[in-house]
């Protein structure tokens, strides 16, 4: 049997009022893959999510979840429970899961021929989700991201606790489609690298934005880049689509720029020889050619804005820290960060 998409995405469309921001956007993938989103401030990242996961409903064209597939999305500012503690509001994520231990409990504590049967099948399927230590699981989980105590009032986090409390929430509950908004944001080193491994190692399917080069590179394994309306698809992490993106790009300028000079040429073919009998068929030829040449776009670079800070007025104190070049890591062939410099 062929293998069915998770999710489907074809001649998608989206404009805020006027102002277009996808463009018969085509997009299918597995129940396996991982994939990275970039592209430029604005170019509509955050709005493929927001379709995928139903909560923008304004849009024209084709798209569709699977069948009984669920899907989970972290947004940037995450809801919580008021009424609930921070473990409570994480705990939500295993609801399913406590569900099926308290009810192979329920049947342990009155254990009898006639519940033998479905006593087999839950503790197979505590088996198979490796349910035996869940509190445990999620407590390493809350420690890892960097969750606030477990009994702290949710009304009272900043945004960033916020934010961590309903990533670890999120992760635990394993949804088939899992939709990720700069999930790094607000975490420390520790929670990072911590969700790399669990993002690699992920049941099901993951789409993430990031600005994060090594998630890029460690957690998914291909490349989806959003610019000027229009979605390209690479396979790999960050740095191959980085090669092979600008690779693309130098030979896309060079084409232009051999189109270019073979159109000007046959315009001044035209415009010199048009009027003259003998080289009317020939000029009437390279008209037609240049009627149907069509014109390879040039490069447009994302919208940089150059910015220097001004020269400090007073006279600036020696630095408390200074790194320069700095690398740093546990193992020495292997630093995490390279080439640091900073002033503090």
Known sequence: MARQFIYHMAGLNKAYGTKKVLENIHLSFYPDAKIGILGPNGAGKSTILKIMA??????????????????????????LDASKTVFENVMEGVAAKTGIIER??????NYSDETADESAKLQDEMDRLNLWDLEQQVEMAMEALGCP?????????SGGERRRVALCQLLLRQPDLLLLDEPTNYLDLEGTLWLENYVSKYPHTVLLISHDRDLLNRAVNSIVHLDQKKLT????GYD?????????????EKGRVKQEAARKHMES??????AKASKARQAQSRIKALEKMKPIAAIVNDNVRPFSFPEPVKTVASPIIALNNVNVGYVEAEPILKKMTLRI
């Open 54 to 79: 139903g909560i923008d409903k304004e849009w024209s064209g084709e798209a569709w979840l699977a069948e009984g597939a669920t899907v989970g999305y972290l947004a940037q500012e995450p809801a």
């Open 104 to 109: 192979y409990n329920e049947l342990m504590m």
């Open 149 to 157: 105590p477990k009994e702290a009032d949710v009304t009272k986090l």
């Open 233 to 236: 698809f690479w396979r790999g």
């Open 240 to 252: 191959q689509f980085e090669r092979q993106f600008t690779e693309q790009r130098e030979l896309q």
């Open 269 to 274: 073919f035209v415009e010199r020889f048009r």
